[in-house]
């Protein structure tokens, strides 16, 4: 049973860990947060089992990790009010050209690092986007308005299409 309670214990300290380091990928962590990562996985492994290797100590603590990964996300589903604390929100960190500053420092979000998102994705300049959300799960949505978007006319694409 202790070990259980060390699991949970581990778990929510790890849970708040990652809240707090950020909305990163594991494909955009720095060196420095892979291995943070790493060793915190090593430290909670001898902090929840104090050197248990048997598979007992393994299956509960796997069992107890596993039971609270699906104790919240249940929870955000079922209470939707909960889930911007267990996965966070989307934000806006861009909006008409415009860098939301206040914003991108609060999620700790370079304006190097969203122009190099941004590049990723073709958008050369700020001002070519129109929108851009740091989604839940830490990508970056961007929305861009071109000349060539603006809405057709209805009428003119059913004639079009008539035609043919």
Same mark, same amino acid.
């Given at each position: 049973? =202790? #070990?259980v309670v060390r699991a949970i214990v581990i778990f929510i300290f790890l849970w708040l860990i990652t809240r707090l380091v950020g909305r990163s990928t594991i494909g955009e962590l720095s060196a420095? *947060?892979?291995v943070l990562f790493v060793a915190m996985g090593d430290l909670a492994q001898q902090g929840v089992t104090q050197q248990d290797y048997s598979l007992t100590g393994v @299956?509960?603590?796997i069992g107890t990790f596993a039971a609270l990964t699906l104790v919240l996300s249940w929870a955000g589903v079922r209470f939707p009010r909960l889930r911007g604390i267990t996965h966070g929100i &989307? @934000? #806006?960190v861009v909006?008409?050209? =415009? &860098? =939301?500053?206040?914003?991108l420092r609060s999620e700790r979000l370079s304006l190097d690092d969203l122009m190099s998102a941004a590049? $990723? *994705?073709g958008i050369r300049r700020f001002s070519d986007i129109e929108l851009a959300v740091l989604e839940s799960n830490g990508r970056i949505s961007f929305f861009t308005q071109t000349q060539g978007d603006e809405p057709e006319d209805p009428a003119s694409t059913?004639?079009? $299409?008539e035609q043919r």
């Amino acid at each position: 049973m =202790e #070990i259980v309670v060390r699991a949970i214990v581990i778990f929510i300290f790890l849970w708040l860990i990652t809240r707090l380091v950020g909305r990163s990928t594991i494909g955009e962590l720095s060196a420095f *947060q892979l291995v943070l990562f790493v060793a915190m996985g090593d430290l909670a492994q001898q902090g929840v089992t104090q050197q248990d290797y048997s598979l007992t100590g393994v @299956v509960l603590t796997i069992g107890t990790f596993a039971a609270l990964t699906l104790v919240l996300s249940w929870a955000g589903v079922r209470f939707p009010r909960l889930r911007g604390i267990t996965h966070g929100i &989307p @934000v #806006i960190v861009v909006r008409n050209g =415009e &860098p =939301e500053l206040k914003r991108l420092r609060s999620e700790r979000l370079s304006l190097d690092d969203l122009m190099s998102a941004a590049r $990723q *994705q073709g958008i050369r300049r700020f001002s070519d986007i129109e929108l851009a959300v740091l989604e839940s799960n830490g990508r970056i949505s961007f929305f861009t308005q071109t000349q060539g978007d603006e809405p057709e006319d209805p009428a003119s694409t059913a004639g079009s $299409q008539e035609q043919r």
